[in-house]
């Protein structure tokens, strides 16, 4: 039964069900207002299109560059039939991953959308010999249409995708992530995830160089949308059976600025073309800020698509892209741990149990490997930014995310959505690219603020990590043949994982931190677990049936042996970390690190 929020006309404040809502009773880390619809609240039918369009846009605009990316890489920069065709696969995936995760994966209200992560070890494995785009005029260029030369990459990544996304599944089913989060702190994610950005600028350039005036038009339109207008309040007509039609007030530029800023770039493309300002003769730059060049693709593109496994044929696998891709899925699962603590303290949900942590793991793991059978070209992880939308909307009910996972599908498998998104002309791109890879390098950069950067010791670390991360690859695209183990196969392992700057600089910055003497303090460790684990409070209405399974939890209570399988809602073991196990010699502030299942409101 949905919650009904009120206002009393007596007393003016926040009403449930008639009784009064104190906020000063949840903990300090949600907001001070109180959610309209928390994650087991069920809204009404006609309102759940509504909010699931808003967290389906919000999941288009991250992901909506990826296609475009892998596309590159693939030799198919000039094959918009098979760009149209990468996106519809890509919005069918999200909304299939994403139900997934809300119905038997962690359950909470999180999206899943394609991954960046994936972006850096993809081009170092196209970097190598065998890969790379054949010359035009040599024979792989004109290989018959039956098998591609995109088709044959394509298959490459589909194969260490999905072996690399198995290697996750098994990560979350043996509950291993506690394991691996013992020697991972703030100055092993920092320049890992900030690298991710850094490494692909050269991205950014090969779109906007067609025409940098509408990059930057792109670039200036969402900082305006986002930084300037984000909190304006604009009075939008409503309805409420109490007020009957009336005008309220929403942060609409809040929503979707990427798209805003799209739809404006794009129609100010369109005037320029109809208007012949941008010269249809293909040798000239601003052929490409055209919005026509492409019409035919909407023409050929089908009314109906359905995605399919091995539609491109058999994936292979190889040991360098196998463990360049297993690299960025180590980097996504720690990255995804963090959103699940954020979704449940955004939402007022209580701190995520350790079951439901490996069976959000391990349902990534599985739905990447869906992406890969279909031919996605890119792994699912949780969207930061439909997290951050729920303290917005205060809509957190795991229906509405369902509903945009439905969306995502739909938007899929109408094969003519995803033949409109190609027609974005290419500068456009690169000003989304710019602003979203800034994003990224931020977030990394953002993970500092738990460790001590008046300390010598994390300044070195980082700003090692860094520029090995940078220098490295850089050092290994200039010589693609300066590896010689005397085995061809470990030598494309070596230059893969030494052409992507996440590993480099994240392998540097995990061991320097760890071998380095420094205090859990100094380290940052203390705070960011603390700030992760968010253990509850007083005053904090636990209800832990928010993770359970539906329909199966009460049949696996009965079976003793499933208190011992880390998928189950029934599995009470702890993970610990010795690391910040509580010592005489330490601060009082660090405090122990411990997963739990039912966590006591007076001993902790």
Request: glycine letters at 8%; hydrophobic letters at 45%.
């Amino acid at each position: 039964m949905s919650k009904r929020y009120e206002i009393s006309r007596d007393t003016g404040r926040i009403e449930k069900n008639g009784v009064e809502i104190n906020h000063k009773s949840h903990t300090e880390e949600q907001t001070d207002e109180p959610m309209l619809y928390g994650v087991e609240d069920n809204p009404p039918f006609y309102l759940l299109p509504v909010f699931g369009f808003q967290q389906a846009i919000i999941c288009i605009t991250g992901t909506l560059s990826i296609p475009f990316l892998i596309v590159n890489q693939i030799c198919a920069e000039d094959l918009p039939d098979v760009r149209a065709k990468f996106l519809s696969i890509t919005f069918f995936m999200c909304g299939v991953a994403t139900i997934l995760q809300d119905v038997f994966g962690v359950r909470l209200p999180i999206v899943q959308g394609g991954s960046h992560t994936f972006i850096p070890p993809i081009i170092a494995m196209m970097a190598l010999d065998q890969w790379r785009c054949p010359a035009e005029g040599s024979i792989e260029a004109n290989t018959t249409i039956s098998d591609p030369a995109w088709m044959i990459r394509m298959r490459e990544i589909q194969g260490n995708l999905m072996l690399a996304s198995l290697t996750q599944v098994i990560l979350g089913g043996t509950g291993a992530i506690g394991f691996l989060l013992k020697f991972i702190g703030p100055l092993t994610i920092a320049p890992t995830i900030a690298l991710i950005g850094l490494s692909l600028t050269g991205v950014v350039i090969d779109f906007s160089q067609h025409h940098w005036g509408i990059a930057f038009l792109t670039l200036v339109l969402i900082i305006i949308f986002s930084m300037f207008l984000g909190n304006i309040n604009v009075p939008l007509p409503a309805y409420s059976r109490s007020d009957r039609c009336h005008l309220t007030r929403y942060k609409i530029f809040q929503l979707a600025p990427v798209l805003y800023a799209i739809g404006i770039s794009w129609l100010f493309c369109y005037i320029l073309t109809t208007t012949d300002v941008f010269t249809p003769n293909t040798a000239n730059y601003t052929n490409f800020a055209r919005t026509d060049t492409h019409l035919q693709v909407i023409q050929n593109a089908p009314w109906f698509y359905f995605p399919y496994p091995f539609q491109f044929g058999m994936p292979t696998i190889s040991g360098a892209g196998y463990v360049g891709l297993l690299a960025a899925t180590i980097s996504s699962i720690i990255e995804s741990v963090g959103d699940y603590f954020a979704a449940a303290r955004i939402s007022g949900a209580p701190p995520v149990p350790p079951h439901a942590i490996n069976r959000g793991i391990a349902m990534e793991g599985f739905s990447s490997i869906i992406s890969g059978m279909v031919g996605a070209g890119h792994a699912t992880t949780s969207y930061s930014g439909n997290i951050g939308a729920i303290a917005v909307t205060k809509v957190a009910s795991r229906r509405v995310f369902i509903t945009a996972g439905i969306i995502l599908i739909i938007c899929g498998v109408i094969g003519k959505v995803g033949a409109v998104f190609t027609l974005i002309p290419e500068p456009i791109v690169g000003g989304i690219n710019a602003v979203l890879l800034g994003l990224v390098i931020a977030v990394g950069i953002s993970s500092l603020q738990f460790a001590d950067m008046s300390s010598p010791r994390n300044l070195t670390i980082f700003g090692t990590s860094i520029m090995l991360g940078m220098a490295v690859p850089q050092w290994i695209i200039a010589n693609p043949d300066a590896i010689h183990t005397g085995s061809t196969g470990l030598d494309q392992v070596c230059t893969v994982l030494l052409g992507t700057s996440m590993f480099v600089g994240g392998v540097v910055g995990c061991i320097l931190d760890n071998l380095v003497p420094g205090t859990l303090e100094e380290r940052g460790i203390s705070k960011w677990r603390e700030n992760l684990v968010n253990k509850n409070k007083k005053g904090f209405e636990d209800n832990s049936k928010i993770y359970e399974l539906p329909f199966i939890t009460k049949y696996l209570r009965k079976i003793k042996c499933c208190f011992y399988v880390p998928l189950s809602p029934t599995f009470d073991k702890e993970f610990t970390c010795n690391c910040c196990v509580k010592s005489k010699e330490q601060s009082p502030n660090q405090e122990l690190y411990v997963y739990e299942q039912d966590v006591p409101n007076e001993t902790q």
